[in-house]
């Protein structure tokens, strides 16, 4: 008995990453098919997790974005590029993307593509506190503050001038002269590079009250009753150096002798 050979054809479709894109929390973002641009394509599929679950398809002339409850309304497919907007970007967003997509020669192509999801940095805050004038010159003490982690400071002192030390940190000290004009004080928070924030204080030597610019209202908090220390470092006629400590404290007096 003679078993009459078989041929089999098996079509091998490689999988292409496309890497990976990223956007903000509540902004619309756009994932790119990655299609042949000569391509007319006749079907899409737009699926997410092991499971090749359909989150968008096109297929017979009918598109549906409507599949996945996590997405509700959100999705809308763009059947000549193959690209899916997704609105609204949500934390649960943030995932990888495979789009699977045949053209009308029934040639087909399957691309994936890695969604990240950002937060927008929040605003951070700014304390300061202001020591006595003394032969013309104030120190002011400033404290940059951001209520997300992992972030990496920076100053902006305009005019350039004035002498500060340094601007790297989140803690900022700076010499003021009486008879300078208004000096802004701009806090920069940044992570990896990309994403930042800032605020500004606009301050004086003889200001009773941290004055925030009027172009941009600014939460702010004069400290200048806590008890914090700092040396006051000036140089008056040859190298006089005057030091005060502030502890929320009467300064005392030494024993007369």
Same mark, same amino acid.
């Given at each position: 008995?003679?078993?009459? /050979? %078989?041929? %089999?054809?098996?079509?091998?479709?490689?999988?292409?990453?496309?890497?990976?894109?990223?956007? =903000?929390?509540?902004?619309?973002? *756009?994932?790119?098919?990655?299609? $042949?641009?000569?391509?007319?394509?006749?079907?899409?599929?737009?699926? !997410?997790?092991?499971?090749? +679950?359909?989150?968008?398809?096109?297929?017979?002339?009918?598109?549906?974005?409507?599949?996945?409850?996590?997405?509700?309304?959100?999705?809308?497919?763009?059947?000549?590029?193959?690209?899916?907007?997704?609105?609204?970007? @949500?934390?649960?967003?943030?995932?990888? #993307? @495979?789009?699977?997509?045949?053209?009308?020669?029934?040639?087909?192509?399957?691309?994936?593509?890695?969604?990240?999801?950002?937060?927008?940095?929040?605003?951070?805050? !700014?304390?300061?506190?202001?020591?006595?004038?003394?032969?013309?010159?104030?120190?002011?003490?400033?404290?940059?503050?951001? /209520?997300?982690?992992?972030?990496? #400071?920076?100053? $902006?002192? *305009? /005019?350039?001038?004035? =002498? +500060?030390?340094?601007?790297?940190?989140?803690?900022?000290?700076?010499?003021?002269?009486?008879?300078?004009?208004?000096?802004? %004080?701009?806090?920069? +928070? +940044? @992570?990896?590079?990309?994403?930042?924030?800032?605020?500004?204080?606009? &301050?004086?030597?003889? $200001?009773?009250?941290?004055?925030?610019?009027?172009?941009?209202?600014?939460? #702010?908090?004069?400290?200048?009753? %806590?008890?914090?220390?700092? &040396?006051?470092?000036?140089?008056?006629?040859?190298?006089?150096?005057?030091?005060? #400590?502030?502890?929320?404290?009467?300064?005392?007096?030494?024993?007369?002798?």
């Amino acid at each position: 008995m003679s078993l009459s /050979p %078989f041929t %089999f054809a098996l079509a091998v479709v490689l999988v292409k990453s496309l890497g990976e894109v990223s956007g =903000y929390l509540g902004d619309t973002i *756009i994932l790119q098919s990655g299609v $042949d641009p000569t391509w007319t394509l006749s079907k899409i599929e737009w699926s !997410i997790w092991s499971n090749h +679950t359909w989150i968008a398809t096109y297929h017979k002339g009918r598109t549906n974005t409507e599949r996945v409850h996590q997405f509700g309304q959100r999705l809308s497919l763009n059947i000549s590029s193959g690209d899916l907007t997704i609105q609204n970007l @949500t934390k649960d967003d943030a995932m990888e #993307y @495979t789009v699977d997509l045949l053209n009308t020669d029934d040639e087909e192509k399957v691309n994936k593509i890695n969604l990240i999801v950002r937060e927008l940095l929040q605003k951070p805050t !700014i304390q300061a506190a202001r020591s006595l004038s003394v032969n013309g010159e104030c120190l002011m003490v400033l404290k940059c503050s951001s /209520p997300d982690s992992g972030v990496s #400071y920076s100053w $902006d002192v *305009i /005019p350039s001038s004035v =002498y +500060t030390l340094d601007r790297s940190s989140a803690r900022l000290s700076a010499i003021l002269n009486t008879t300078q004009n208004s000096v802004n %004080f701009t806090c920069t +928070t +940044t @992570t990896n590079n990309i994403d930042h924030a800032s605020s500004v204080v606009t &301050l004086k030597c003889d $200001d009773d009250e941290i004055q925030p610019p009027t172009q941009e209202p600014l939460k #702010y908090q004069c400290r200048v009753k %806590f008890a914090f220390p700092f &040396l006051i470092g000036f140089l008056v006629g040859a190298s006089i150096v005057t030091m005060i #400590y502030c502890f929320g404290g009467k300064k005392k007096t030494p024993p007369l002798k």
